[in-house]
T-cell receptor
Framework: DAKTTQPNSMESNEEEPVHLPCNHS???????IHWYRQLPSQGPEYVIH???SNVNNRMASLAIAEDRKSSTLILHRATLRDAAVYYC?????????????FGRGTQLTVWP | DAGVTQSPTHLIKTRGQQVTLRCSPK?????VSWYQQALGQGPQFIFQ???????QRGNFPDRFSGHQFPNYSSELNVNALLLGDSALYLC???????????????FGPGTRLTVL
């Protein structure tokens, strides 16, 4: 299933950077690392994904450890709108199965 | 461009009743997945429909069934409702089982089902 470990909760102040960690020590060579977030009263939304190299998009950056056993989602300047539950998910690219395995995620609180 | 839509938004039923939830996928998407999210938990995969057939199924009893229509919209049916079926039911859509270009699934806002 999920095979990832995340802290239950984290806090940040507005406009400060946030580093959300995820451990995935049993990751396989074909597993991509996906991040989704769920804002209050909404469905999950895609944030970013990567395989080996660090990735950047308009929402966030993903830093992947060299051994791929951990990764960090980086929000460069947290806003109040970034308060959400963040899910780190492994996706086997070698599989045609489209299901996502969600854990409990990390509840991020952003203070004004 | 309309995203994933779900109806109804909220629903209250009593034990033993049956319920039908509806989902319209994002424009251009042909695959629909359903998830159940209990309070304080992450979403759990129920099943996925592609080409009007159930392609994958999670660990849910046969009381949970679904359907996909030719226009790619989908329904989730739950029979003989139990108190434990109270949850947020999420629908996700993609182009194929996975979106080959972006490798993402797009979620709707969900239907909140309360079973009394």
């Amino acid at each position: 299933d999920a095979k990832t470990t995340q802290p239950n909760s984290m806090e940040s102040n507005e406009e400060e950077p946030v580093h959300l960690p995820c451990n995935h020590s049993t990751i396989s060579g074909t597993d991509y690392i996906h991040w989704y977030r769920q804002l209050p009263s909404q469905g999950p939304e895609y944030v970013i994904h990567g395989l080996t190299s660090n990735v950047n998009n308009r929402m966030a950056s993903l830093a992947i450890a060299e051994d791929r056993k951990s990764s960090t989602l980086i929000l460069h300047r947290a806003t109040l709108r970034d308060a959400a539950v963040y899910y780190c998910i492994l996706r086997d690219r070698g599989s045609t199965l489209g299901r996502l395995y969600f854990g409990r995620g990390t509840q991020l609180t952003v203070w004004p | 461009d309309a995203g994933v839509t779900q109806s109804p938004t909220h629903l209250i039923k009593t034990r033993g009743q049956q319920v039908t939830l509806r989902c319209s996928p994002k424009s251009g998407h042909d695959t629909v997945s359903w998830y159940q999210q209990a309070l304080g938990q992450g979403p759990q995969f129920i099943f996925q429909y592609y080409e009007e057939e159930e392609r994958q199924r999670g660990n849910f009893p046969d009381r949970f069934s679904g359907h996909q229509f030719p226009n790619y919209s989908s329904e989730l049916n739950v029979n003989a409702l139990l108190l434990g079926d109270s949850a947020l039911y999420l629908c996700a859509s993609s182009l194929g089982p996975w979106d080959e270009q972006t490798d993402t699934q797009y979620f709707g806002p969900g239907t909140r089902l309360t079973v009394l």
